[in-house]
C-alpha cells in the first residue's frame, strides 16, 4: 500500500528527455530524424540496457504482431482484402540507422549499433519489430543518467490506427523511437498490438519539425520559432515539459482558430484548433465542447496543468479521430454534422478529458487501460449530460407523440421536449433521466427546472 502524497510535487520526475529534429519529405512520405535522449533511472536497480519502442514497424508487414492479431480478427473481410491489397507504399516503416552513446562514462560518441537487437518480450514473434533494445557498455546506476542520439529514417504510412498521411493531411504518432518505461521488476516496453494503448515516463520535450514552407504544424507543446531554410521550408520548434508523448499533424490547407478558456478559479488555457477547410463552420462547438470540458473536469479533478491545448479536426476517412495526446488531442467530426447530434462534442469532450487521466496521471494504459478510459467515460457522460443533455424525443415525431394522446409538459432550454404526461393517468409520466444523480441546488438538472416550469405555468392556468 503507498500513502497519498502530503502534497504534490510541482512537476513530472522528468526523467526520459528529448531534443528532436525531423524533416518530412511529402513527395516521398519519408521522415528523417534524429534525437537526443536523456534518461535518468529513476528505479533502486541498475541497468545496462535502454528500450524503444519502434511502433511504426507495426505496419511493415503481415508478419508484424500487430497485422497477425489484426489479420486473426479482420481475415476475409472485405476491409482485410482491401489493406492487403494496397502498395507497398501505403505500409510504414521505421529503420533506426544509428545509435551512440553521448555519456555514461564511455568515451564520447560510442557506437552502440552493434549493440541493438529487436525483442519481443509479449509474444516472442521473431518477425516483430516494434521494440528495439539497446545494450549499453556500462550499467546505469540508480540516479545515474545517459544520453544517446538515435538517427532514422521512417515511412509514412496510408492512414492506419489514427497515424498517417491521406491526402495531404498528415496526422503523425508514435513515429519517433521512444523508450519504455524501467520499473523496479524491469523494463515495462510492450511490442504494439491490434488493441493498445501506451506508457512512457514523463519529460522535457524540444522538438524541430521541418515541414514545406506555408505548411500548417499543429504539435504537443508550445510553438517557440520558426525558422525558413534556404530549401524552402520552415523549421516549427514546439516545447513541452512534464509529457510522456508527442504527437503533431500538418497538411498545406489547415485552417488555424484560436480561442481562450477561462474560469475564475481555473487558470487560463489558450486554445488552438487545427480544423479541416470544409468543417471551418464547427469550429464554436469543438471550443464549447472543450471549454465545458476543461471547466467540469477541472472544477471536479483538478486544473488542467499546461495553459494551452490543441484540437485536431481529423480528415474525413483519415481513421484519425478521437485520440489523445499530451496537450493535443483528435476530435471527429463528419461533414454536415447535423445540430442535433452529439458528434463532434461527445468525441471532444471524452478525447479532451483524457488530458486529465492519460495526461496527467499518466498511469500505465496498456496493462491498466480501464483506468484511464473508465474514469474518462464515466466523466465524459456527465459533461455531455451537463452541457449538451440532447438524449431527448427526435423532433420529427413530436407531433406524432402529441396526435397519439402524450402532453408534453417539459421543456429543456431550447424548446427541447423534456418531460411527457399520459392525461388523466395518475401515474404516467415519461422521463429519460436520472436526474436526481447529480442534480444540485446550485445547478439543477434541466429536467427538474423543466418540471418546476411546467408545474408553475399549470398552477398559474388552473388558479
Ligand atoms: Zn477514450
Same mark, same amino acid.
Given at each position: 500500500?503507498?500513502?497519498?502524497?502530503? =502534497? @504534490?510535487?510541482?512537476?513530472?520526475p522528468?526523467?526520459?528527455?528529448?531534443?528532436?529534429d525531423?524533416?518530412?519529405?511529402? =513527395?516521398?512520405?519519408t521522415?528523417?530524424?534524429?534525437?537526443?535522449?536523456?534518461?535518468?533511472?529513476?528505479? =533502486?536497480?541498475?541497468?545496462?540496457?535502454l528500450?524503444?519502442?519502434?511502433?511504426?514497424?507495426?505496419w511493415?508487414?503481415?508478419?508484424?504482431?500487430?497485422?497477425?492479431?489484426?489479420?486473426?480478427?479482420?481475415g476475409?473481410? /472485405?476491409?482485410?482484402?482491401?489493406?492487403?491489397?494496397?502498395?507497398?507504399?501505403?505500409w510504414?516503416?521505421?529503420?533506426?540507422?544509428?545509435v551512440r552513446?553521448?555519456?555514461?562514462?564511455?568515451?564520447?560518441?560510442?557506437?552502440?549499433?552493434?549493440?541493438?537487437?529487436y525483442?519481443? /518480450?509479449?509474444d516472442?514473434?521473431?518477425?516483430?519489430?516494434t521494440?528495439?533494445?539497446?545494450?549499453?557498455?556500462?550499467?546505469?546506476?540508480?540516479?545515474a543518467?545517459?544520453?544517446?542520439?538515435?538517427?532514422?529514417?521512417?515511412?509514412? /504510412?496510408?492512414?492506419?490506427?489514427?497515424?498517417?498521411?491521406?491526402?495531404?493531411?498528415?496526422?503523425?504518432?508514435?513515429?519517433?523511437?521512444?523508450?519504455?518505461?524501467?520499473?523496479?521488476?524491469?523494463?515495462?516496453?510492450?511490442?504494439?498490438?491490434?488493441t493498445?494503448?501506451?506508457f512512457?515516463?514523463?519529460?522535457v520535450?524540444d522538438?524541430?519539425?521541418?515541414?514545406?514552407?506555408?505548411?500548417?504544424?499543429?504539435?504537443?507543446?508550445?510553438?517557440?520559432?520558426?525558422?525558413?531554410?534556404?530549401?524552402?521550408?520552415?523549421v516549427?520548434?514546439?516545447?513541452?515539459?512534464?509529457v510522456?508523448?508527442?504527437?503533431?499533424?500538418?497538411?498545406?490547407?489547415?485552417?488555424?482558430?484560436?480561442? +481562450?478558456?477561462?474560469?475564475?478559479?481555473l487558470?487560463?488555457?489558450?486554445?488552438?484548433?487545427?480544423?479541416?477547410?470544409?468543417?471551418?463552420?464547427?469550429?464554436?462547438?469543438?471550443?464549447?465542447?472543450?471549454?465545458?470540458?476543461?471547466?467540469?473536469?477541472?472544477?471536479?479533478?483538478?486544473?488542467?496543468?499546461?495553459?494551452?491545448?490543441?484540437i485536431?479536426?481529423?480528415?474525413w476517412q483519415?481513421a484519425?479521430?478521437?485520440?489523445?495526446?499530451?496537450t493535443?488531442?483528435t476530435?471527429?467530426?463528419?461533414?454536415?454534422?447535423?445540430?442535433?447530434?452529439?458528434?463532434?462534442?461527445g468525441?471532444?469532450?471524452?478525447?479532451?478529458?483524457?488530458? @486529465?487521466w492519460?495526461?496527467?496521471v499518466?498511469n500505465?494504459?496498456?496493462?491498466?487501460?480501464?483506468?484511464?478510459?473508465?474514469?474518462?467515460?464515466?466523466?465524459?457522460? +456527465?459533461?455531455?449530460?451537463d452541457?449538451?443533455?440532447?438524449y431527448?424525443?427526435?423532433?420529427?415525431?413530436?407531433?406524432?407523440?402529441?396526435?397519439?394522446?402524450?402532453?408534453? =409538459?417539459?421543456?429543456?432550454d431550447?424548446?427541447?421536449?423534456?418531460?411527457v404526461?399520459?392525461?388523466?393517468h395518475?401515474f404516467f409520466?415519461?422521463?429519460l433521466?436520472?436526474?436526481?444523480?447529480?442534480s444540485t441546488?446550485?445547478?439543477?438538472? /434541466?429536467?427538474?427546472a423543466?418540471?418546476?416550469a411546467?408545474?408553475?405555468?399549470?398552477a398559474?392556468?388552473?388558479?
Open positions: 500500500m503507498s500513502t497519498y502524497p502530503a =502534497s @504534490f510535487p510541482e512537476h513530472s522528468r526523467n526520459a528527455n528529448y531534443s528532436i525531423v524533416e518530412l519529405d511529402p =513527395s516521398t512520405k521522415m528523417t530524424g534524429r534525437e537526443v535522449v536523456t534518461w535518468r533511472n529513476i528505479t =533502486s536497480k541498475p541497468t545496462s540496457e528500450q524503444f519502442h519502434t511502433y511504426w514497424n507495426a511493415r508487414n503481415t508478419r508484424s504482431t500487430f497485422m497477425r492479431e489484426w489479420l486473426r480478427v479482420n476475409g473481410t /472485405p476491409e482485410a482484402a482491401e489493406v492487403l491489397s494496397r502498395p507497398p507504399s501505403d510504414s516503416s521505421l529503420d533506426v540507422t544509428a552513446l553521448l555519456s555514461g562514462g564511455a568515451t564520447a560518441m560510442t557506437d552502440l549499433m552493434p549493440a541493438t537487437r525483442i519481443a /518480450p509479449d516472442g514473434n521473431p518477425e516483430d519489430r521494440v528495439l533494445a539497446v545494450n549499453l557498455p556500462q550499467a546505469v546506476a540508480p540516479g543518467t545517459v544520453a544517446v542520439e538515435v538517427a532514422w529514417t521512417a515511412h509514412v /504510412p496510408r492512414t492506419f490506427r489514427r497515424t498517417g498521411v491521406i491526402g495531404s493531411y498528415y496526422f503523425l504518432s508514435q513515429w519517433f523511437p521512444k523508450l519504455g518505461v524501467l520499473e523496479e521488476a524491469g523494463w515495462n516496453t510492450h511490442q504494439f498490438h491490434m493498445t494503448e501506451f512512457s515516463d514523463y519529460g520535450y522538438v524541430r519539425l521541418t515541414v514545406p514552407k506555408g505548411w500548417v504544424v499543429g504539435a504537443t507543446g508550445v510553438e517557440r520559432s520558426t525558422t525558413d531554410t534556404p530549401a524552402g521550408k520552415t516549427h520548434q514546439f516545447v513541452q515539459e512534464d510522456h508523448d508527442f504527437a503533431w499533424t500538418t497538411g498545406p490547407d489547415l485552417l488555424v482558430r484560436t480561442s +481562450r478558456f477561462e474560469h475564475p478559479r487558470p487560463a488555457v489558450d486554445l488552438r484548433l487545427i480544423l479541416q477547410p470544409e468543417h471551418a463552420d464547427q469550429a464554436e462547438r469543438y471550443f464549447l465542447a472543450t471549454k465545458a470540458t476543461l471547466r467540469s473536469y477541472g472544477e471536479w479533478f483538478g486544473p488542467y496543468p499546461y495553459g494551452h491545448l490543441t485536431v479536426d481529423p480528415a483519415s484519425a479521430g478521437g485520440m489523445e495526446y499530451p493535443l488531442f476530435g471527429g467530426s463528419r461533414w454536415l454534422a447535423p445540430a442535433t447530434t452529439v458528434t463532434p462534442e468525441v471532444t469532450v471524452h478525447e479532451c478529458g483524457h488530458q @486529465f492519460f495526461g496527467v499518466g500505465n494504459e496498456f496493462e491498466h487501460a480501464w483506468m484511464d478510459e473508465g474514469l474518462n467515460t464515466y466523466a465524459t457522460g +456527465r459533461v455531455i449530460e452541457y449538451y443533455c440532447s431527448g424525443v427526435n423532433p420529427d415525431y413530436r407531433a406524432a407523440l402529441e396526435k397519439g394522446g402524450l402532453r408534453i =409538459s417539459g421543456l429543456g431550447e424548446g427541447e421536449v423534456r418531460i404526461e399520459l392525461p388523466g395518475p409520466l415519461a422521463t433521466f436520472l436526474p436526481q444523480m447529480r441546488a446550485g445547478r439543477p438538472h /434541466p429536467l427538474l423543466g418540471y418546476a411546467a408545474v408553475e405555468r399549470a398559474m392556468t388552473s388558479r
